[in-house]
């Protein structure tokens, strides 16, 4: 975890910057069992792995999965004392902040992102395919894969759906009392007296569960894709794209705020490394 030795706007920036350096790391690492298994010889009576393959496979998507979580609980550390920060993150690039629900990405776009991938690649390996030659990828959904991905897509969403409200509300209250009672009531705009402190952290409060409810969201629905619907191979590719994305968009966000003069998603001046 990041040292408590720096201030708080500086700690979230250094969380986000070391947790953006292992998503680089675990790419490389993910990239070149990608490249090992696409080159194992198979047929349409062998798996695409072998079970030595598929064990490591699973080492690497449970390693990628507990750095997710580590981020998480690291973000949950610093959001007690400055959770208004997630919400509107100074160390994101603006294009990553006008894609930002909740603090991070929706859930259900890990399932859209497997959606595109498994047409994608069925649309590349069709004329094999109906030649009976088969790859164990994302294109090779099964229709109980299916059906366990559509169901899981429409509770991600109702749980979306709910957080969503949940957080419109909070805002909303903005207006309601007491917030608003005491912003009509002070003499000296700068003052904060210790009622609105105790208004603010009450609300702040309720912030924080709504972020730590979206987070344990986008944790579980990670997670019962990579580990309990998909095979290892495919989880792989799914593990390899999203973190490419991610990547990219932050790469993107950083050269259009440039391109316009800002300088967002910086530590004392230094660009976060991009995906080389």
């Known amino acids: 975890m990041t040292s408590l030795n720096v201030s708080d706007q500086e700690a979230q920036h250094l969380c986000f910057q070391e947790w953006m350096k292992l998503q680089e790391q675990d790419l490389l690492e993910l990239l070149h069992a990608h490249h090992h298994s696409s080159s194992s010889s198979f047929s349409a009576s062998t798996s695409r792995t072998s079970a030595n393959s598929d064990c490591h496979l699973k080492q690497l998507i449970a390693k990628s999965i507990k750095h997710f979580q580590d981020y998480i609980d690291n973000r949950r550390h610093f959001a007690r004392n400055d959770v208004s920060a997630y919400l509107a993150p100074t160390w994101c690039t603006t294009l990553e902040s006008s894609m930002i629900w909740i603090s991070g990405c929706h859930p259900s776009s890990f399932i859209r992102l497997i959606y595109a991938l498994s047409g994608r690649e069925l649309e590349s390996h069709l004329s094999n395919y109906l030649q009976g030659k088969r790859y164990g990828d994302l294109s090779e959904l099964s229709t109980i894969q299916l059906k366990s991905i559509d169901e899981l897509h429409m509770k991600t969403i109702r749980q979306e759906n709910r957080l969503s409200k949940m957080l419109t509300s909070l805002q909303e209250e903005i207006a ?101």
Not at 202 to 214: D, F, P, Q, S, T
Not at 239 to 256: I, M, P, Y
């Open 176 to 276: 309601d009392q007491p917030i608003a009672i005491i912003a009509n009531e002070v003499g000296n705009f700068a003052e904060i007296c210790g009622e609105a402190e105790e208004a603010l952290d009450k609300h702040a409060k309720c912030l924080r569960h709504v972020i730590e409810e979206a987070d344990k969201l986008r944790m579980e629905t990670f997670k019962e894709l990579a580990m309990n619907i998909l095979s290892p191979f495919q989880a792989l590719e799914f593990l390899v794209a999203s973190k490419k994305l991610h990547l990219c968009v932050n790469a993107w966000g950083k050269k259009r705020d440039l391109q316009h003069g800002r300088n967002r998603g910086t530590v004392e001046g230094n660009i976060y490394p991009t995906l080389s």
